[in-house]
């Protein structure tokens, strides 16, 4: 079974169009975060929920919306796509924060042409 | 905030020697200091970790040292083979202020034959 599972793969799309990834776990774990790895391989991280709670929000665009509807599924929404936007995203859960092991899903390519 | 600088960007060593790799924090209330490997394509995952309370913790070849008062931790891989060749990435957390893992930028490990 997979643990951490993210859809899609891979995202080829235009500027300016709105995409959206989603991310489900399957371990029970109550925390869960987006992170953004750019082409230099930075792992950046971009939003935590706790228990379908936002707890970090880091300085991204808001065009960029994280929804939780539950603790076992965190999306990203992501509005007027630009070039920068071009990056890997890495879906993580860990069990209660921080301070646990975080369990990566496979990461969505995205290219924005 | 947090912030890990990572030495060096680039490791490459031949198979059967070790491999170091150092990183520093900032925040001297850092207590969780993970250690990531990242194959090529594919996700990070944990391959150890190291709470401040312990100075040194190993698992077979890999090894890490933490130095407190310093504020530096060092990853060591003994006997590398091949297979060791990804991108390694430490980090650092304080689990009582937040949830947030801070990463280093990354180095590139090549094993060569």
């Known amino acids: 079974d997979t643990a951490v599972s993210q859809t899609p793969k891979y995202l080829v799309t235009q500027m300016g169009n709105d995409k959206s990834i989603k991310c489900e776990q399957n371990l029970g774990h109550d925390t869960m975060y987006w992170y953004k790895q750019d082409s230099k391989k930075f792992l950046k991280i971009m939003f935590s929920y706790n228990n379908k709670e936002l707890i970090i929000n880091e300085t991204v665009p808001n065009r960029f919306s994280p929804k939780s509807p539950d603790k076992a599924h965190l999306n990203l929404h992501i509005n007027s796509l630009e070039l920068g936007d071009s990056a890997v995203y890495f879906c993580?859960?860990?069990?209660?924060?921080?301070?646990?092991?975080?369990?990566f899903g496979p990461g969505t390519r995205l290219l924005v042409l | 905030g947090e912030n890990v600088e990572q030495h060096p960007s680039t490791l490459s060593v031949q198979e059967g020697d070790s491999a170091v790799i150092k990183c520093t924090y900032s925040?001297?209330?850092?207590?969780?200091f993970p250690w990531y490997k990242q194959e090529l394509g594919k996700r990070p995952q944990l391959i150890i970790d190291?709470?401040?309370?312990?100075g040194e913790k190993k698992d077979q070849r890999i090894a890490v040292t933490l130095n407190k008062t310093a504020k530096h931790f060092s990853l060591h891989i003994t006997e590398t083979q091949p297979e060791d060749s990804a991108v390694y990435f430490c980090a650092a957390s304080n689990t009582g202020g937040g949830n947030k893992l801070t990463f280093g930028t990354g180095t590139q490990l090549k094993v060569e034959l």
């Open positions: 190291i709470r401040s309370n312990v």
């Open positions: 993580a859960s860990s069990r209660y924060g921080a301070g646990e092991t975080q369990y």
């Open positions: 925040d001297s209330a850092s207590n969780y």
